[in-house]
């Protein structure tokens, strides 16, 4: 049996380059791993089995599922695995629980196998389940393009005084994407941007973060409380709705939004 940490991201910037033919569109984002973490356990078998800390996503559609299936389907030979997933990182949250968990289930069931399968082959099963899917297979800090897939590794300064904040609204990304007004997006220079978080200086925004705002005006109040509250470099993490802010104090809110403590991790 293996175990293995899946861990949450945020975005340190998100620009949104354009929309493509195909109805996704192409980015350029900083992505980070943060110490929040999903379990997920796996053991050959003599058939399927997932069990998972959250019943309502105990189903074959889980993105974990589906990574068995790809993954079965590319080496084209038998086995069968018991799946235990035990959720921490909150959905329809922005922090790409699912699609670290379907990371974490390819680079695991490679180390189960022995190593089958190398990362260029990995790398193509995770951009067909999901944008975010290809960043988690290595994590720490990375420079994504295209819808995601597109990856250069960075390494960051460290950053302790992090605070995750999950309000008690779930977002689905289609509707923010679907929602979003690609001609009133400012004009971010991701070059600058990015320098400057290599630096420890870092310039955070969101291009998607307005259009949550919209579709969820409560979101702008939680905005506003940690502007008040005195906390720096607030911005909503992907396609919400959770917020990430640094300070040294813990976020004072009311017991509906969860708070979480992290750091950045590699
Ligand atoms: O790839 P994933 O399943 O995470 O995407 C969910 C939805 O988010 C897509 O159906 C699309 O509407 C939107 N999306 C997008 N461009 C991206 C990533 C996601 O339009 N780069």
């Not at 695995?81 to 949250?93: G, R």
């Not at 605070?163 to 008690?168: D, E, L, S, Y």
Request: hydrophobic share 40%; proline share 7%; charged share 20%.
């Amino acid at each position: 049996m293996i175990s293995l940490k899946a861990p949450a991201k945020i975005n340190l910037f998100l620009k949104i380059v354009r929309k493509r033919p195909d109805g996704f569109h192409d980015l350029a984002s900083l992505f980070q791993t943060v110490s929040i973490y999903d379990e997920l356990s796996l053991e050959l078998s003599d058939q399927d089995s997932f069990s998972c800390s959250e019943t309502n996503l105990e189903n074959n559609d889980n993105l974990v599922m589906k990574a068995l299936n790809m993954f079965r389907a590319k080496l084209a030979k038998p086995f069968f695995v018991s799946v235990t997933l035990k959720k921490s990182i909150p959905s329809q949250a922005g922090l790409g629980g699912g699609s670290s968990d379907a990371a974490s289930m390819l680079n695991g069931l490679n180390q189960l196998l022995d190593h089958p399968l190398n990362y260029q082959d990995l790398h193509e099963i995770a951009s067909t389940l999901g944008s975010d899917i290809p960043f988690f297979l290595t994590g720490g800090a990375a420079f994504c393009e295209g819808r995601g897939e597109i990856i250069t590794q960075v390494k960051l300064p460290e950053e302790k005084s992090l605070w995750v904040v999950k309000p008690p609204i779930n977002l689905a990304t289609p509707r923010v994407f679907k929602n979003l007004d690609l001609a009133s997006l400012p004009d971010e220079n991701v070059d600058n941007a990015l320098k400057s978080h290599l630096e420890g200086d870092g310039v955070f925004f969101n291009d998607l973060e307005p259009t949550a705002l919209k579709l969820e005006p409560d979101l702008q109040s939680l905005k506003s409380s940690l502007v008040m509250q005195g906390f720096k470099d607030i911005l909503m993490s992907g396609s919400g709705s959770a917020f990430f802010c640094f300070g040294p104090m813990k976020p004072v809110l009311p017991p509906e939004y969860e708070v979480y403590p992290c750091h950045y991790v590699s």
